[in-house]
C-alpha cells in the first residue's frame, strides 16, 4: 500500500505545472498568442498541457529513444505550422474586417493558439524524456 501512495504522490502536477506555466508565460507575449487572449484559454492549454504531460512521462518510460525523438521531432513540426498560422491569423487582423470575420478569425486564432502551446510542451516534455534516455544509456554503457 506505501508504494501505491508514494506513486500517486510521486505524479502530482506540480513540477508538471511550474514546467508548463513556464512555457505559457514565455509564449504569452509573442506574436503566436493573442495580445488579449482569455485567461480560460491559457488555463485550458496548462490543464491539458499538464495531465498530457504527466501521462507521457509515466507510459513513456519503456519507449525507446528512437521513438521519443521521433515524436519530438514530429511535434516540431506541427509546433512551427500551428506558430506560423497563428502569426497569419494576426497578420490578417492587421487590416479592418468585418465583425463576424473578425469574430471567426479570432476564435480560430484563439484554437490555433492553445494547441500550439499544448503541442509546443509536449514537444519539449518529449525531447526532455529522449535526453533522459540517452544519458541514463551513456551510464550504462
Known sequence: MK???????????????????????LFKDTAILRPDVPHALVNTALAISVFLSIVVVLI????????????STNLLVVAIVLAVVCYGWRLFLAWPRSRVVQSMVTSMWDLCGWVFVVVAI??????AMYAVSKTSEAKDS
Open 60 to 71: 513513456g518510460k519503456s519507449w525507446d529513444g528512437a521513438f521519443k525523438l521521433r515524436k
Open 3 to 25: 508504494q501505491v501512495f508514494e506513486f500517486i504522490f510521486s505524479m502530482t502536477p506540480s513540477v508538471a505545472l511550474t514546467f508548463a506555466e513556464a512555457w505559457i508565460e
Open 122 to 127: 509536449m514537444t519539449v516534455t518529449f525531447a
